[in-house]
């Protein structure tokens, strides 16, 4: 396709990844980074990258529109910023009544409140999947360790924990261990929640030498699968052999891997399963 | 009424606080103390304490009948046993086929096969305020600091998660600041969930000197109400006032307050307010 694409870059290595795939597709792309997200570090040569702020959103839909932009994924992590109310120029001012509210109600409301703005822009709103298929892997175990029978009912209570988690807009994970919650996702994340089962929660395993437990990740039931999709990477799978699990387990259709190949090597050697598991 | 109490003891203050209500109000009863659960320790000259095994349920069972006790309350925590097979006597072998499914099937089906086995056994289990009327504190806010309307609202995005979560019977509790989600109580409990608040999670308040957030406690919608309805305690607010939090919120009528007195002097001191707080 001709049309220009727009990557709306926040933290982390998913609008680096969606920029290489656009680039080696050969299709038109800029990037449009959020203040501070740092992207530009790992731009590559031949990439436009323009900032911009938050305070003056509507200066960013006039340059989008001014280059031709028909289509725009939001991808990466956003901190829920600070405003600073002297930056806001007169047309953000207009938009923000419809994303205040939304801040209150959490993060689902928030981002379709977002979208909403792109699409009254006219702009299409895409997922970072449609950019690059490979983000999202097929269902099945993807290394050679099988999770056990045990993993399997660990990973079934967290699937129901998480999806009655999502229900209130809460985290998008948590740990089981032998039928039991060690843990679940909050604002802090993954990594917070692994590190806390790795030097608290794991202790609570009733039998010290039964299962190990499963992270279980999957996206919340309401939230718009075109933003915010979750990912893990090879990272996660260090911070859930730090906390002493026989493996993770995602949801397939619904979590992506960033660096596939990376991610899995990681698995093999540290003898963690990773498994993506239909719903 | 002449009728013979049993106190089926763990851990905690909880037993003792029973006993002494017992005793004042001139009421027979005795304690079975689970063994290791620490109550001797704590038993004032008269009172007839008695240990009993796990791995031997039915000798406790025929102690109760030789006794002529009634009424059994079942009070204080219960690690998850590790049972030593080779200790089960025959009866209680006979008990492990209604009681081992239910392990896995979470903390509330647990104590409703533990309920059912003494009731089965003609015995009249009852709540510890059925014992104690005082422990469930009248709805109100106890002390003199007040909640804010930013407390107010936390405390009811807190309600709807806790609400959300005991269905799927993990946890109760949860800390949420400015709308947002910090933690969620899991099998570590609430002080580890306060620490880890206190630690990690706090930092993660969007404005740092926006609301400061509640830990709010209730009993999970399906809980039998007669065991193990959550209690907090001074030691509750130490670790809230860790978390730097504005104050507690109890749900009236679920959550119990041991030595209300202390707990209630202790938030005043440390300029915390302690809401009892109507669902």
């Known amino acids: 396709m001709n049309d220009l694409t727009a990557i709306i870059a926040g933290r982390g290595v998913l609008p680096v990844h969606l920029a290489r795939t656009l680039a080696a597709q050969g299709a038109p792309f ?9 992207f530009a570090a790992s731009a590559e040569p031949g990439w436009t990258v323009e900032p911009f702020a938050l305070e003056r959103l509507a200066l960013l839909f006039d340059m989008l529109h001014d280059r031709g932009v028909t289509r725009v994924v939001l991808a990466g992590g956003l901190t829920r910023p600070r405003l600073e109310p002297e930056r806001i120029d ?9 994303i205040l509210p939304a801040l209150g109600q959490g993060d689902d409301a928030t981002l379709r409140a977002v979208i909403a703005l792109f699409e009254d822009e006219g702009l299409t709103v895409v997922g970072a999947d449609a950019v690059a298929p490979d983000l999202l892997p097929a269902p099945g175990v993807q290394t050679y360790v099988q999770p056990s029978q045990a993993d399997m009912g660990d990973a079934d209570r967290a699937a129901r924990i998480v999806a009655t988690l999502g229900a209130a807009d809460v985290g998008q994970g948590a740990v089981v ?5 060690l843990a679940v996702e909050t604002l802090p994340g993954t990594d917070a929640m692994l590190d806390w ?3 608290v929660a794991g202790a609570c395993r009733p039998d010290p030498n039964g299962a190990r437990g499963v992270f279980y990740k999957a996206p919340k ?3 718009d699968r075109r933003v915010d999709l979750p990912a893990i990477g090879p990272a996660t799978v260090e911070a859930a052999h730090r906390a002493g699990l026989a493996g993770i387990v995602i949801e397939a259709g619904g979590v992506m891997i960033l660096d596939a190949e990376a991610t899995r090597a990681r698995a093999d050697a540290l003898d963690l399963f990773l498994w993506v598991r239909s719903p």
């Open 90 to 98: 007169p047309k953000t001012a207009q938009l923000l009544p419809r």
């Open 177 to 181: 261990a032998q039928g039991l919650c």
């Open 197 to 199: 089962v790795a030097q």
């Open 221 to 223: 039931p309401e939230q």
């Open 30 to 38: 800029l990037v449009a980074e959020i203040e501070g997200a740092g």
